[in-house]
Each structure stands twice: as structure tokens, then as C-alpha cells.
């Protein structure tokens, strides 16, 4: 059975930090990546990091503040977030998958969250 398992969210001020995590199980992955969904908006994508070579990609959104990694021998992928502005407030989703173009747009496989807020 696959899982992706998530934690390291939590409630921080503005201009801080917070490192979130995922453990996946079952499998691994070609990618892995970070979707986020705010009150009343759709999913959307954060970042990716293809499992072999470390590539990574961004939104333009948090390009320069957010830095995705991984863990290959915990299986666990990371996202260091830094300088947070309360537009950031969302639900953090890990996600898995076969190509950086199905990770970056329709994983197959998601976590179940972990929320992030951050006041102004």
C-alpha cells in the first residue's frame, strides 16, 4: 500500500519559517512535489524534485523562499519555506508520481495534508 505521509506544519508570523516533511511508503517515486490550496481556491502546484538526479522546480510564486529536497535513503521529501507572507496560509499537499510532468500537474498519489498558516 503507497502512503505519503506529511507533518511539519504549523501556525508562524510572517517572515518566518517552517520545514515540512513526507515520508512516502509502498514505493518509490521518478518525483515527488508540494501542491498548497488556500480557503476558497483551487489546488496548486509548489514545487517538484525529480528522485534521481535532484532537479527541482518552482512556482514562480515561491521561487527564491522555498526549497525542496530529499532523503533517499528515508525516503522523504522536504520543503523549507522561509520568509512566509500570510498568502502562503494553505493546505500543504505531498504528492508522488511517473514524470516531473505528472507531478507538476495531475499526481497520482497525495498525502493528506498539513495545514500551514501565517499571520501578518
Known amino acids: 500500500q503507497v502512503q505519503l505521509v506529511e507533518s511539519g506544519g504549523g501556525l508562524v508570523q510572517a517572515g518566518g519559517s517552517l520545514r515540512l516533511s513526507c515520508a512516502a511508503s509502498g514505493r518509490t517515486f521518478y518525483a515527488m512535489g508540494w501542491f498548497r490550496q488556500a480557503p476558497g481556491k483551487g489546488r496548486e502546484f509548489v514545487a517538484a524534485i525529480k528522485w534521481s538526479n535532484g532537479d527541482t522546480y518552482y512556482a514562480n510564486s515561491v521561487k527564491g523562499r522555498f526549497t525542496i529536497s530529499r532523503d533517499n535513503a528515508k525516503n522523504t521529501v522536504y520543503l523549507q519555506m522561509n520568509s512566509l507572507k500570510p498568502e502562503d496560509t494553505a493546505l500543504y499537499y505531498c504528492?508522488?508520481?511517473?514524470?516531473?510532468?505528472?507531478?507538476?500537474?495531475?499526481?497520482?498519489?497525495w498525502g493528506q495534508g498539513t495545514q500551514v498558516t501565517v499571520s501578518s
Open positions: 504528492a508522488g508520481g511517473n514524470s516531473m510532468v505528472e507531478v507538476t500537474s495531475s499526481p497520482r498519489y
